[in-house]
């Protein structure tokens, strides 16, 4: 009779744990449903959130060699409306020369050059310097405007146009509204210019104010 209520027991017991395993395996299999579902519910919308931002990738990309502002030769990928992104080659001096180019100087020196930014500033805080603008238009024409006084700021200043003495000459005081304006590269944007890069527009570097109303430099 022990032995039965004591089978009888063990039976018991055996039953109420298999029931608990059966419900702990309900249970753990409810949690794998829920994971998986929040797994693909998460999958789908990290590739929502990269096509999003494969688009804005996209709407990045430049639609010339001009506006992707290049600053070297190669190939760049540009974008045109109604077409798929594609490479194209890209002449960097066709986006006119950066800030670098116009901080050291380029060109002959026996022929067409610029001494560069830095140079001109360092002559100009040695001693007094005068500016001496000639200009010369197609027909053969020469004018000319002397300033009494130039000097440049630092490469932090942007090389600020910050003195400009009293003007002679023919040409007209045209460079009088740049005075105290900052360099402007198409790389380096300075000017007062709010809806374009000055520099990007004309195709080279100059102490731009909203644009302006001389302009000497070419693109080489």
Not at 40 to 69: D, F, G, M, V, Y
Request: net charge negative; proline share 2%.
């Amino acid at each position: 009779m022990k032995f039965a209520i004591w089978c009888t027991l063990c039976f018991l017991a055996v039953r109420l744990r298999l029931s608990e395993s059966l419900d702990l395996v309900e249970q753990l299999e409810a949690i794998y449903e829920k994971a998986d579902t929040l797994l693909s519910r998460l999958k789908e919308e990290l590739q929502q959130h990269t096509n999003r931002a494969q688009k804005s990738i996209n709407l990045l990309l430049p639609t010339s060699c001009l506006t992707a502002a290049i600053d070297q030769n190669g190939l760049y990928t540009i974008e045109v409306p109604g077409l798929s992104p594609f490479p194209v080659f890209c002449e960097s001096q066709l986006a006119g020369l950066g800030w670098t180019e116009y901080k050291q100087g380029f060109g002959d020196l026996e022929g067409k050059f610029f001494l560069g930014l830095e140079k001109v500033r360092a002559l100009t805080v040695l001693e007094p310097f005068e500016l001496y603008d000639h200009v010369e238009d197609f027909d053969g024409e020469r004018r000319h405007a002397r300033f009494e006084e130039f000097a440049l700021g630092t490469e932090e200043d942007a090389y600020a146009k910050n003195a400009l003495g009293r003007y002679t000459g023919t040409a007209g005081d045209s460079l009088r509204s740049h005075r105290k304006m900052k360099f402007s590269t198409y790389d380096r944007d300075n000017d007062r210019e709010f809806t374009k890069n000055c520099a990007f527009y004309y195709l080279g570097g100059w102490w731009y104010n909203a644009c302006l109303d001389r302009y000497v430099f070419l693109l080489s």
